[in-house]
T-cell receptor
Framework: NAGVTQTPKFRILKIGQSMTLQCTQD?????MYWYRQDPGMGLKLIYY???????DKGEVPNGYNVSRSTTEDFPLRLELAAPSQTSVYFC??????????FGSGTQLSVL | GEDVEQSLFLSVREGDSSVINCTYT??????LYWYKQEPGAGLQLLTY?????DMKQDQRLTVLLNKKDKHLSLRIADTQTGDSAIYFC??????????FGQGTELSVKP
């Protein structure tokens, strides 16, 4: 049972480039989330989804897009990368309102 | 919008009790959580409380919820050096949105 799988683990982007962070879960969870964690800070919610075909903005959605075409997958798209998007990104999922399962994170640097 | 606030640092002596506080703004919160993050590691769920409860105890951990004041606290009894970590408060509303506070760094001195 793989849980929540994020790829890639590390990535360096140039300013203005685009990329997609992949997230997939095999637990049939309805709820999926994308967070970013800046050094010494908490997690900020970027986008979340309560089921396939449904997405909603979190606290810091600007510069990002998501889609949820299947229950398993919740990719995060960065368009026109900026240095302010340098961060560690975590995907997470859960069923109901109990434990949140996290992916291992993606360390992104925009130079 | 919704917000979750915590004090940034707490320092205690080994064996003392630690109390970490959190305030939130979303009146439709259904569940409130405490997560722990050790250096270089991911977040680990410590405990959670449903919004219609006032208190939950789990071994050395006691969670108190004052829904009227939108105040949540985590008490760690007999704090050990292994409890040194960052503790995050989080709240979830009925719509599934889940947001975190900025974390409280707990330092336990021998």
């Amino acid at each position: 049972n793989a849980g929540v799988t994020q790829t890639p683990k590390f990535r360096i982007l140039k300013i203005g480039q685009s990329m997609t962070l992949q997230c997939t879960q095999d637990m049939n969870h309805n709820y999926m989330y994308w967070y970013r964690q800046d050094p010494g800070m908490g997690l900020k919610l970027i986008y979340y989804s309560v089921g396939a075909g449904i997405t909603d903005k979190g606290e810091v959605p600007n510069g990002y897009n998501v889609s949820r075409s299947t229950t398993e997958d919740f990719p995060l798209r960065l368009e026109l990368a900026a240095p302010s998007q340098t961060s560690v990104y975590f995907c997470a999922s859960r069923t109901g309102f109990e434990k949140l399962f996290f992916g291992s994170g993606t360390q992104l640097s925009v130079l | 919008g919704e917000d979750v606030e915590q004090s940034l640092f707490l320092s205690v002596r080994e064996g003392d009790s630690s109390v970490i506080n959190c305030t939130y703004t979303d009146s439709s919160s259904t569940y409130l959580y405490w997560y722990k993050q050790e250096p270089g590691a991911g977040l680990q769920l410590l405990t959670y409380i449903f919004s219609n409860m006032d208190m939950k105890q789990d071994q050395r951990l006691t969670v108190l919820l004052n829904k009227k004041d939108k105040h949540l606290s985590l008490r760690i009894a007999d704090t050990q050096t292994g409890d040194s970590a960052i503790y995050f408060c989080a709240e979830s509303n009925q719509g599934g949105k889940l947001i975190f506070g900025q974390g409280t760094e707990l330092s336990v001195k021998p």
